[in-house]
């Protein structure tokens, strides 16, 4: 089986290795094609495919955004887009400054329950990267609040915490109309994380979105067998990847964990091709 990973994170938003480093573990690792998919930001690629250079590692670039449709919040994967392309960049740089403003009202909150944890510190552990609640976590985990990151999203800053306050997100129709017009295609992402999985793939269906992720790591096979079905039936891309941030309690990357076949990627190309 080839190895391939189309979802990852890296400094560039809230992954723990700077893109040529993820790049370098792939390489490693044997992998043949890597997406990486920060959040709300394309500033990680140029990196990642100057790593890849001279090597025989295929770059697609990819991203992460949030969508939200009345209470769900989805997250999609654009894949194939223009890195450079001007009206998403620019939706991308609002979605980044507002996480900013979101970042401080969350450590407000925190801080007004006692928590004592300080943005500077939050906005350096980002360093620059857009900033998430991994950093929030980081910070807290730092002064001993609490024990790892699960803690600090079980006791204070998961979405139905009092903490959480919502980023900026995209609708589904405005998500997904900007992907294309970035010339890339649209990805349910981890449908394993929502409640009514199939259900959230066909309203996106009805909204225009490509495909969907079905090679992911807390994907049931049964999901999984499901979610083939739907996307036969309705010519969807399959995508797939890890979904790696940082490496496991016991030091282990989940990098290239998932057993994707090389037709993902031929599919995903030919998609892409129909599009330009
Ligand atoms: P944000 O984009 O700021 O809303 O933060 C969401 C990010 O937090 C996700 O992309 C994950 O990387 C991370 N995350 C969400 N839930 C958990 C959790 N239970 N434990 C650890 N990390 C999480
Ligand atoms: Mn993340
Ligand atoms: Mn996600
Ligand atoms: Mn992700």
């Known amino acids: 089986m080839p190895k391939i990973d189309l979802h ?14 993820v790049v370098h573990i792939a390489l490693q690792k044997g992998l043949e094609v890597l997406a990486l998919t920060d959040h709300d930001t394309l500033g990680g690629i140029p990196e990642a495919i100057e790593a890849a250079q001279g090597t025989s590692l295929k ?9 939200e449709n009345g209470l769900r919040d989805v997250h999609v994967l654009g894949y194939g887009i223009d890195p450079n392309h001007q009206a998403l960049n620019a939706k991308l740089e609002e ?25 500077e510190r939050v906005r350096e552990i980002a360093g620059g990267a857009v900033i998430a609640r991994p950093h929030i976590a980081k910070a807290m985990i730092e002064i001993g609040v609490v024990t790892d990151y699960n803690d600090a999203f079980n006791k204070y800053i998961g979405n139905d915490s009092p903490y959480y306050v919502k980023r900026l997100v995209l609708t589904p129709v405005e998500g997904i109309r900007l992907i294309h017009e970035a010339g890339g295609i649209a990805v349910v992402a981890h449908p394993c994380r929502y409640l009514d999985p199939l259900g959230v793939v066909n309203e996106f269906i009805r909204h225009g979105v490509d495909g969907v992720e079905i090679y992911y790591p807390d994907n049931s096979y049964k999901l999984r067998d499901d979610l083939f079905k739907l996307a036969t039936k309705h010519n969807l891309v399959v995508t797939g990847g890890s979904d790696f941030h940082r490496p496991d309690p016991n030091g282990n990357l989940s990098i290239g964990c998932e057993d994707i076949p090389m037709s993902v990627v031929e599919g995903l190309e030919a998609r892409l091709g129909q599009h330009s």
């Open 59 to 67: 770059i697609i670039t990819g991203i992460e955004v949030g969508i």
């Open 8 to 21: 990852m994170h890296s400094t560039a938003s809230d992954g723990a290795f700077a893109p040529s480093e």
């Open 95 to 119: 979605m980044r400054e507002f996480r900013l403003h979101r970042m401080e009202k969350m450590v407000d909150k925190l801080n007004a329950i006692g928590i004592g944890i300080s943005k």
